[in-house]
């Protein structure tokens, strides 16, 4: 047999060396996989090497909210699916987002969608009803996946507009309704889960409501039906104002995003222009960051369909 001459013995440990890449590259990958068919509430394993190395070189928007943790009412109710759209931005930038709703297959569907990013982020779903009676104890139930909230966003949902030829005529009942739901159920929602918020590093608070397609043009002095709308609007506003000031000193920022009149998906598609229905949450976004400092106010989720919330640092 003839001696290996050193070329020969530089090759051979070359693809000696190629051989276990590959297989590291392959063993990584799979488990990358696997993390997205992960169970709430499983606890993740201890990262290997590679992993490490592979979650430093990932994209900072990747990592944006990480270590946030997020709850997102509504999910299986708002009109326009935007709550379940929040929820999924919130997860793509790298939170835990536990979403919360009445249905629980349509939550269970949902939860296979948030995407997992990184070997911290742990997805779940709580299935309840807001009561009538304003008995809300979400803040106990969500106490049995999280001891911390860092962004809440309530979304009213959807609201039963009362509609009559004559505003002084409306069922009281009706209209006590819209107002509950508009303002006082959000309240109560809010001082149930503000132990929670209260917990969490730089918490924020997001309110969000929508209003139906109408041409306010058109609209008669006697149509209650958009002037009771726009009062379940202007609630989510007011309450803003209301409880920003009063949490300023504990650090705690509140905000409202007006994600526009309820569209119907043909009318939403001209609206964005071509972008994806997606691009209405770079609001919520933004205002779910740590280093986010605005509060008290109101943003235009339409006016921020062009912006990337990872380029804007502390200020608007």
């Known amino acids: 047999t003839l001696p290996w001459t050193l070329t020969q013995l530089i090759i051979l440990s070359a693809l000696h060396m190629l051989a276990r890449t590959i297989t590291t590259s392959s063993r990584l990958l799979n488990v ?7 169970h709430p509430g499983v606890p993740h394993a201890k990262l290997s090497e590679q992993e490490v190395k592979a979650e430093e070189q990932m994209k900072p928007r990747e990592v944006l909210l990480a270590n946030r943790t997020a709850l997102v009412t509504n999910c299986d109710t708002t009109q326009g699916g935007l709550a379940k759209n929040v929820a999924v931005a919130l997860a793509s930038y790298g939170a835990n987002v536990l979403i919360h709703g009445e249905q629980e297959q349509q939550l269970s569907e949902l939860l296979n ?23 809300v104890d979400l803040g106990e139930k969500v106490k049995q996946f999280t001891n911390k909230l860092d ?10 507009i009362p509609k009559s030829e004559d505003a002084a005529k409306c069922e009281v009942a009706e209209f006590d309704d819209v107002i509950r739901q508009s303002l006082t159920t959000p309240y109560a929602l809010f001082q149930s889960l ?13 309110f969000c409501s929508t209003t139906p397609e109408m041409d306010e043009h058109d609209v008669q002095d006697h149509d209650s039906t958009y002037y009771v709308s726009k009062f379940g609007f202007n609630s989510s506003r007011m309450l803003t104002k209301m409880l920003a000031g009063s949490l300023a000193k504990k650090n705690i920022r509140v905000n409202a995003v007006d994600p526009g009149r309820f569209l119907t998906h043909e009318n939403e598609t001209r609206a964005l222009n071509g972008r994806s229905e997606f691009a209405k949450t770079s609001a919520f976004v933004w205002l779910a960051r740590p280093d986010t400092e605005m509060s008290g106010a109101q943003l ?17």
Do not use: C
Request: no cysteine; aromatic share 8%; charged share 20%.
């Open 151 to 160: 962004v809440l966003v309530h979304n009213t949902g959807s609201i039963h």
């Open 300 to 316: 235009d989720a339409m006016e921020w369909i062009r912006r990337d919330p990872v380029m804007f640092k502390s200020f608007y």
């Open 194 to 206: 503000l132990p929670l918020v209260s917990a969490g590093n730089n918490p924020s608070v997001i």
């Open 113 to 135: 969608e948030l995407p997992i990013n990184h070997s911290h982020q742990n997805h779940a779903f709580l299935v309840d009803k807001l009561d009538e009676d304003l008995s």
């Open 32 to 38: 990358m996989a696997s993390r997205t068919m992960m």
